[in-house]
């Protein structure tokens, strides 16, 4: 197996590129559940809870645009499971979107955005670092269900995968994430000793813990593990996403001194 990642280097780019972008998670600013009308925090308009996703109220002078059309009354704005989610304007450069009940508001000029240089990450090592391993699915009569994330919401669990990293066998609980460019795969969440040092040591990493991704096989199959593919999970960059929690068997007594470390500015100070 070659451990050799000739992308490894577009990668990081496509990383870095997507955590400043103007929908990444350093945009973020706010994401506000509705359970009941309210305002919303730093954007115009009452806010308030319907099937399907929330509803706005504003005046043509308020500036929210919803699907391109300014509003002057009460919109339906829809959320993320609709055929056709709505897209959310408003004064300052902001954007809204719906997921489930939570308005989220994005500022591509926020704070964040402004101090973040790179995602520091560890150094590869020569040859890359990947393990091989063996991914078996559970049955529908074995599956334990799924797992949660912070917030409560479901992560399915598809399987098991079983390698070892640094001569330590371990059994590691898979969920199936959504597809990737149309294709399935599935997501590793995994702590290890690095995410319980010190933000300011170089050691350290983000302390939630990070993801590793890979293509979901059809059924039992041997996977490539390409731990300099770790990445951090958008908990890292801002406090307005919920961390999923790793299982127990996904906590690694060992080093993952792979992969990305925590969001940095200019002078190497850790964003968050």
């Known amino acids: ?25 350093l945009a973020l600013v706010n994401a506000q559940h509705v359970d009941r009308p309210q305002p919303v925090w730093p954007v115009a308009g009452q ?9 706005v109220t504003a005046a043509a002078a308020d500036g ?34 719906v997921h489930g009940s939570t308005l989220r508001v994005w500022d591509p000029a926020s704070d964040a955005v402004s101090r973040f ?19 078996e699915p559970w049955s529908g009569q074995e599956a334990p269900g ?34 990737y460019h149309g294709r399935p795969r599935l997501q590793l969440i995994v702590q290890d000793t690095t995410s319980a040092l010190p933000e300011s040591d170089p050691g350290s990493s983000y302390s939630m813990g990070r993801f590793l991704y890979l293509p979901e096989p059809d059924g039992a199959a041997e996977v490539a593990l390409d731990w300099d593919r770790l990445v951090l999970p958008p908990c890292a960059f801002s406090y307005q996403y919920a961390c999923p929690v790793p299982p127990e068997e996904n906590r690694l007594p060992v080093a993952l001194t792979a992969g990305e470390r925590h969001p940095v500015d200019e002078q190497g100070a850790v964003l968050h």
Not at 3 to 23: F, G, K, N, Q, Y
Not at 47 to 55: D, E, F, K, S
């Open 64 to 97: 929210v645009v919803v699907d391109g059309v300014p509003v002057d009354g009460t919109v339906l704005v829809a959320g993320d499971t609709a055929v056709v989610p709505s897209t959310v304007a408003f004064a300052d450069g902001l954007a809204g979107t």
């Open 146 to 179: 799924h797992l949660t994330d912070a917030a409560g919401d479901p992560l399915p669990v598809a399987g098991t995968i079983e390698t070892t990293v640094d001569d330590v066998p371990v059994r590691l609980t898979a969920v199936r994430s959504a597809p």
């Open 47 to 55: 806010w308030a809870p319907v099937p399907g996703g929330l509803t």
């Open 1 to 25: 197996m070659s451990t050799v990642d000739p992308d490894l280097a577009e990668h990081v780019a496509a990383r870095d590129a997507w955590a400043r972008s103007a929908r990444g998670p």
């Open 117 to 135: 240089a790179r995602i520091a990450r560890f150094a590869p090592r020569p040859g890359g670092w990947v393990t091989a391993g063996r991914y």
